[in-house]
């Protein structure tokens, strides 16, 4: 039987229900794109991180709760939302390793966010509020819905993947990149200006966008090209 990639993927933690959790758009887009996901759980120190990196061939960063803002050296204001120390911690340890080892990671959503902020860079800790309320950033139902454009760099990757100008994307986020890392290249950003995507040149591949491509894989060939552009790389 032929091998396929083994992308491990950070959990979902909620706290209501003292539970570990996945949406399915994570599992089924990675599966889609041909590798085998597995979620994580979750873990607190550097030895169970190397095990879990021994064991995967790239890491997806999920979507979740605000970063926290001790992270990226700033004050938590009462604009920022729910904090997730568990992740906070698990994601630096396993971003390190990828780091130091090259392995592929993709970032969605918090995931953009988590990146810049370990990088080096910081966060809008609430876009209306602190950025801009022009454009709709956090969506209603339905999640896979395109409610803005996002413009894409012509001499990214991304627009070598796509090779298109403007996308339509879904949108469900309040946090956002407000300074980037200079370790980080800009990919395509909102008609508004906020970075809608990002990859570090000096790495195989670490890319991360802001929209959802769990949501939209199905019906959105840029979604699941993404994913698929992932898979390749971990191969």
Same mark, same amino acid.
């Given at each position: 039987?032929?091998?396929?990639?083994?992308?491990?993927?950070?959990?979902?933690?909620?706290?209501?229900?003292?539970?570990? &959790?996945?949406?399915?758009?994570?599992?089924?887009?990675? $599966?889609?794109?041909?590798?085998?996901?597995?979620?994580?759980?979750?873990?607190?120190?550097?030895?169970?991180?190397?095990?879990?990196?021994?064991?995967?061939?790239?890491?997806?960063?999920?979507?979740?709760?605000?970063?926290? =803002?001790?992270?990226?050296?700033?004050?938590?204001?009462?604009?920022?939302?729910?904090?997730?120390?568990?992740?906070?911690?698990?994601?630096?340890?396993?971003?390190?390793?990828?780091?130091? $080892?090259? %392995?592929?990671?993709?970032? %969605?959503?918090?995931?953009?966010?988590?990146?810049?902020?370990?990088?080096?860079?910081?966060? &809008?800790?609430?876009?209306?509020?602190?950025?801009?309320?022009?454009?709709?950033?956090?969506?209603?139902?339905?999640?896979?819905? =395109?409610?803005?454009?996002?413009?894409?760099?012509?001499?990214?990757?991304?627009?070598?993947?796509?090779?298109?100008?403007?996308?339509?994307?879904?949108?469900?986020?309040?946090?956002?990149?407000?300074?980037?890392? =200079?370790?980080?290249?800009?990919?395509?950003?909102? =008609?508004?200006?906020?970075?809608?995507?990002?990859?570090?040149?000096?790495?195989?591949?670490? &890319?991360?966008?802001? &929209?959802?491509?769990?949501?939209?894989?199905?019906?959105?060939?840029?979604?699941?090209?993404?994913?698929?552009?992932?898979?390749?790389?971990?191969?």
């Amino acid at each position: 039987m032929k091998k396929v990639p083994v992308i491990g993927v950070v959990p979902l933690i909620d706290y209501t229900k003292s539970s570990y &959790w996945m949406l399915p758009g994570y599992l089924n887009g990675i $599966r889609q794109a041909g590798a085998m996901p597995i979620m994580f759980p979750v873990i607190d120190n550097n030895a169970d991180a190397e095990m879990l990196a021994d064991m995967c061939d790239g890491f997806l960063f999920t979507g979740g709760q605000d970063v926290d =803002p001790a992270v990226y050296g700033a004050e938590k204001t009462e604009l920022c939302g729910e904090c997730c120390p568990e992740r906070d911690t698990m994601e630096k340890l396993l971003f390190d390793i990828a780091m130091k $080892r090259d %392995i592929p990671v993709l970032g %969605i959503c918090r995931g953009i966010q988590f990146i810049n902020a370990c990088l080096g860079g910081t966060l &809008w800790q609430d876009i209306p509020t602190q950025f801009s309320d022009k454009l709709t950033h956090c969506q209603k139902p339905p999640y896979n819905k =395109p409610v803005h454009d996002v413009m894409i760099d012509r001499d990214s990757p991304l627009y070598e993947l796509l090779k298109k100008e403007c996308i339509a994307v879904n949108s469900y986020h309040h946090q956002g990149v407000r300074e980037l890392s =200079p370790e980080l290249k800009r990919m395509a950003s909102a =008609p508004d200006g906020l970075v809608e995507a990002v990859y570090a040149p000096d790495h195989k591949f670490l &890319w991360a966008v802001q &929209w959802h491509p769990e949501f939209s894989y199905e019906s959105d060939k840029n979604s699941l090209l993404v994913f698929n552009a992932f898979v390749e790389k971990c191969k």
